[in-house]
């Protein structure tokens, strides 16, 4: 089954513990990419990837780290999370080669900082 | 900056009417845009995507686009209460560097 598959689902923490949000797809896509999504701001880019080694920052990217080591994975760093890094936050690909612009989104990692 | 405007809603409607969903984007070099469904609690989904100027249609939706006036729409024809959630339009240029979101309008299809 096509997918993409982000851990954890949800994650309780505090200010300054590190902590990483893995993002995997099983659709040799290329381009990948994290989303934030807060209420009444919508749906904002952090950072995103066009292929393995190749990133670049997004709407919201301070804050936050992600490397592209492989094809599949694209896991979503916060060194010292803070407060106002609560957000549910979305993982998603897609494959430029067929040229549709469709997003598949994992289901999403409910993060809560204290 | 890159920005996608939409009305927050919420949109009511009655179950078996036509839902209108409007959109307007600042940046003239988009050139791809999409409608997403979001169901509350979970993640977006594709629902329609519009390339050229006019009308697209797929079932109960038609996307509309007008490059000229930077504004896309999105209509659902016999609205149903498994429509409600919320609509997202997304808009990018080539290459899909960056896929710019609106913060979306909730409808609501009441039977």
């Known amino acids: 089954e096509a997918q993409v598959t982000q851990n954890p689902r949800y994650l309780i923490t505090v200010t300054g513990k590190k902590l990483t949000v893995t993002c995997s797809q099983n659709?040799?896509?290329?381009?990948m990419s994290w989303y934030r999504q807060d209420p009444g701001l919508g749906l904002r880019q952090i950072y995103y990837?066009?292929?393995?080694?190749?990133?670049d920052k997004g709407d919201v990217p301070e804050g936050y780290k992600v490397s592209r080591k492989e094809k599949r994975n694209f896991p979503l760093i916060l060194e010292s999370p803070s407060p106002n890094q609560t957000s549910l936050y979305f993982c998603?690909?897609?494959?430029?080669?067929?040229?549709?612009?469709?997003?598949?989104f994992g289901e999403g990692s409910r993060l809560t900082v204290l | 900056q890159k920005e996608v405007e939409q009305n927050s809603g919420p949109l009511s409607v009655p179950e078996g009417a036509i839902a209108s969903l409007n959109c307007t984007y600042s940046?003239?070099?988009?050139?791809?845009f999409f409608w997403y469904r979001q169901y509350s609690g979970k993640s977006p989904e594709l629902i329609m995507s519009?390339?050229?100027?006019g009308d697209k249609e797929d079932g109960r939706f038609t996307a509309q686009l007008n490059k000229a006036s930077q504004y896309v729409s999105l209509l659902i024809r016999d609205s149903q209460p498994s429509d409600s959630a919320t609509y997202l339009c997304?808009?990018?240029?080539?290459?899909?560097?960056?896929?710019?979101f609106g913060k979306g309008t909730m409808l609501l299809v009441s039977p």
């Open positions: 998603a690909s897609l494959a430029l080669a067929q040229n549709t612009g469709e997003l598949f």
């Open positions: 997304a808009a990018t240029s080539w290459g899909y560097s960056t896929l710019t």
């Open positions: 519009i390339y050229s100027n």
């Open positions: 940046d003239r070099g988009s050139q791809s």
């Open positions: 990837s066009m292929n393995v080694e190749v990133t």
């Open positions: 659709m040799n896509h290329e381009y």
